[in-house]
Each structure stands twice: as C-alpha cells, then as structure tokens.
C-alpha cells in the first residue's frame, strides 16, 4: 500500500434541502506528519458518532484509483483528491484484495480493516446530488474503514 493523501476535515453546517446539517465529509489534504489516535486524525472530526467514526471507523480509507471511473461517470465535476471524505487516500489497496482484519502499518501507527463504508446522505451534499449515494454503492467502489491498533503518526505523503 502507498499513501498518496493523508486527509482531514472538521464539521461545518451546511443547507441541504431546505434544513441545515452538520457533516465533516469536506476534507482536504494535510501537510506534514499527522498524529493518529484511537479515535481518528490529528485535525479531524467527525460529526455524528452515532454512525460516523468511533473505534471501528476511525479512518477512513479509499483507493486512488477509483477516481478515474468518477471524473468518467461525473464529467464536469471538479473531483479534488479527499472529495469522497477519505482520510487516507490510498494506492494499491482495493476492495477485493483488502478484507476484514487485515492489518497494515502507516507510519508508526497500526490499523485494521474493519468494515466497507456504507455511505449516508451526505455524501449527496459533498457532490450537491441526491444519486450519488446509491451510484455509489452500486459501483463497488466504496473504500473501508481502519481501527486504530496502535496509535502513533502517518508517514509523509507521497504527493
């Protein structure tokens, strides 16, 4: 696995539909050397624990490699690296070679996968539309979560 991006977010309110919501999926790539805990990213969030987050959600990873099939199936959409709320945006770990348990060393912190992302409606508000969340699920490419094993700090990234 490479580490491309080591992305972090805080929550914010935003209108959607006519109420306003608190989501923290506007992440954005970090600089430098991030300390990860067992709950989540140095400068990062997220703002509904009861189904975001937690010890078996603590990071959320999805592969680089993915987001050529989006600027494909969105064209027109500008699809800046962490745009699906990813702390870790990720090479050569895919959906079907990653399972359950597996763990992995980033930097000097240790994780485990934990479960693929189940996304909810706010996904929709990042991409401003209401399909994505089941083009989402249906295309496959949903990305996993990590459990924090051992704490410590992300490794540079790469770009």
């Known amino acids: 696995m490479k580490l491309l991006y080591v992305n972090a977010g805080v929550p914010r309110e935003i209108e959607w539909k006519g109420k306003v919501v608190r989501t923290s999926i506007f992440k954005v790539p970090v600089r430098g050397r991030v300390r990860v805990g067992q709950l989540n990213l140095e400068d990062d969030q997220q703002s509904d624990l009861s189904v975001h987050g937690g010890i078996d959600k603590a990071v959320y990873a999805y592969p680089s490699e993915h987001y050529p099939f989006w600027r494909q199936e969105l064209s027109g959409m500008d699809l800046a690296w962490a745009v699906f709320g990813e702390n870790f945006t990720t090479e050569g770990l895919l959906e079907e070679t990653v399972h359950i348990g597996d763990r992995f060393r980033v930097g000097s912190a240790e ?24 083009r989402f699920l249906q295309s496959g490419r949903t990305g996993f979560y990590f459990a924090v094993l051992r704490g410590g700090r992300s490794p540079l990234a790469t770009r």
């Not at 706010?122 to 994505?132: P, T, V, Y």
Request: with cysteine; aromatic share 12%.
């Open 111 to 134: 994780f485990a996968v934990t479960q693929p992302r189940i996304p909810c409606f706010k996904l929709g508000i990042r991409f401003d539309r209401s399909d994505i969340v089941k």
